[in-house]
């Protein structure tokens, strides 16, 4: 059984804790963020998840699960850390339950707050990130949102990725400056 949910203490959750759990399993083993497959059947460092936070708060009729509060995260090299993350799912959780492991049950997933996202060598950084599953899209919004791979960093007000294809986008808004600095090695622009 869960804590009170009013219990201010960190929840932390592991494989099998409740049903919600079925929800994340297939989104966190085929490394959504991390663009990862399988490995195999042998269970490995991808196959588990670690979800901790203040709060859980879940609405089978609505669809979606909310951790809220210190939340973090982790499944093998993805790490999500944010004030709140509420995970929003395609079918009630008596169908998730009876789907394996390899198939999609997430629609997206919304963080809010200090959203910080370390996935494929970068670390992304905003107040407010979106991932839509099925087109494998991730959307940072609020006022310095940035992503970093090494020392280089791509900074704007809004950052759309396209994960399938490698695109990105980045803007601003209200007169703001979209802003890239780049280190390479040999000759640059001189």
Same mark, same amino acid.
């Given at each position: 059984?869960?804590?009170?949910?009013?219990?201010?203490?960190?929840?932390?959750?592991?494989?099998?804790?409740?049903?919600?759990?079925?929800?994340?399993?297939?989104?966190?083993?085929?490394?959504?963020?991390?663009?990862?497959?399988?490995?195999?059947?042998?269970?490995?460092?991808?196959?588990?998840?670690?979800?901790?936070?203040?709060?859980?708060? %879940?609405?089978? $009729?609505?669809?979606?699960? #909310?951790? &809220?509060?210190?939340? /973090?995260?982790?499944?093998?090299?993805? !790490?999500?850390?944010?004030d709140r993350l509420k995970?929003?799912?395609?079918?009630?959780?008596?169908?998730?339950?009876?789907?394996?492991?390899?198939?999609?049950?997430?629609?997206?997933?919304?963080?809010?707050?200090?959203?910080?996202?370390?996935?494929?060598?970068?670390?992304?950084?905003?107040?407010?990130?979106?991932?839509?599953?099925?087109?494998?899209?991730?959307?940072?919004?609020?006022?310095?949102?940035?992503?970093? %791979?090494?020392? $280089?960093?791509?900074?704007? #007000?809004? &950052?759309?990725?396209? /994960?399938?294809?490698?695109?990105?986008? !980045?803007?601003?808004?209200?007169?703001?400056?979209?802003?890239?600095?780049?280190?390479?090695?040999?000759?640059?622009?001189?």
């Open positions: 059984m869960i804590p009170s949910l009013c219990n201010r203490k960190r929840l932390r959750l592991t494989f099998p804790v409740t049903a919600l759990i079925l929800i994340l399993f297939p989104f966190f083993t085929t490394g959504i963020l991390a663009g990862n497959e399988p490995a195999s059947d042998a269970q490995t460092s991808e196959d588990v998840t670690h979800i901790t936070s203040d709060r859980l708060f %879940s609405d089978n $009729n609505a669809r979606f699960a #909310e951790f &809220i509060g210190n939340v /973090r995260a982790i499944q093998g090299t993805t !790490v999500i850390t944010a995970v929003f799912y395609k079918s009630d959780l008596k169908s998730v339950e009876s789907q394996g492991a390899g198939e999609e049950s997430i629609q997206k997933l919304e963080s809010n707050g200090n959203v910080v996202i370390e996935f494929d060598n970068r670390v992304a950084k905003a107040e407010k990130a979106i991932y839509i599953t099925d087109s494998r899209i991730l959307i940072l919004t609020g006022p310095n949102s940035s992503v970093t %791979s090494g020392k $280089n960093t791509v900074t704007g #007000e809004k &950052i759309t990725l396209y /994960r399938d294809d490698g695109r990105m986008q !980045v803007e601003s808004v209200n007169q703001g400056r979209v802003e890239a600095v780049f280190y390479q090695k040999g000759k640059g622009l001189n």
